[in-house]
């Protein structure tokens, strides 16, 4: 079997559970949103992806509470909008910094990347989360700061994660060839993407109730079942 050299992980379902991210930071961003941009849209990052939100909308022109209307909107519908998810970045990570939550982790996945690192893998994310909202997940972990175990991170920049291509660009951005890296998901129609950018796959299936099979990708409960 082809050796694996690097890792790329997703993060909701996969290494921390989908509830921390749906009913702690959705929430804690959604609450804060509006004071935020008023008190911070001037600043010239917070300006950019308020524009590019504007254009995302087809949005030629729109007030300041419209923008703010409209990203409410996107946090309710779980839109997967690279300016929305910059924005809720920033506001997470006042959140991190004052000690009102820590990112959750599953029980194992701490320990699992530990090893892996120390086994000489690369491991990298691949989030629907910014990058920024990425680095500060591991970084204030509720094992830690797990952030010098990870090489890299991939957000919606890179692309869609349910597009093949997304994850070709990723193998060249790592120097690796596909068939050395291991994505690890837990959502199907993502690993049916990698597999189909030439990457090796497991499917993360933390709920018990789960039963469902798929012969492309290979099942498994946490990370300990993993073997490389």
Request: with cysteine; charged share 25%.
């Amino acid at each position: 079997m082809t050796k694996i050299r690097a890792i790329v992980t997703d993060i909701e379902g996969t290494t921390s559970s989908i509830d921390f991210v749906r009913d702690v930071l959705f929430p804690y961003a959604r609450q804060r949103l509006p004071a935020f941009v008023e008190t911070h849209g001037d600043q010239p990052e917070v300006q950019h992806w308020l524009h590019e939100a504007a254009a995302e909308a087809g949005l030629a022109e729109a007030s300041r509470q419209e923008i703010i209307e409209l990203l409410l909107r996107w946090i309710d519908e779980d839109r997967k909008s690279t300016a929305l998810k910059a924005l809720q970045g920033m506001i997470w990570k006042d959140g991190y910094v004052a000690g009102d939550y820590c990112a959750h982790l599953y029980p194992e996945v701490a320990a699992k990347l530990r090893a892996w690192h120390a086994e000489g893998q690369r491991l990298y994310v691949y989030s629907s989360g910014s990058v920024p909202a990425q680095q500060l997940f591991f970084g204030y972990s509720e094992a830690g700061d797990l952030t010098s175990l990870l090489s890299g991170y991939f957000d919606t920049e890179t692309g869609p994660k349910r597009s093949p291509d997304s994850y070709q660009r990723i193998a060249a951005a790592i120097g690796e060839e596909p068939a050395h890296i291991l994505f690890l998901s837990d959502i199907v129609e993502e690993l049916d993407a990698a597999k189909s950018a030439g990457f090796r796959t497991g499917w993360l299936q933390r709920d018990p109730q789960q039963t469902a099979t798929n012969d492309r990708h290979s099942a498994y409960r946490d990370f300990d079942a993993i073997n490389i």
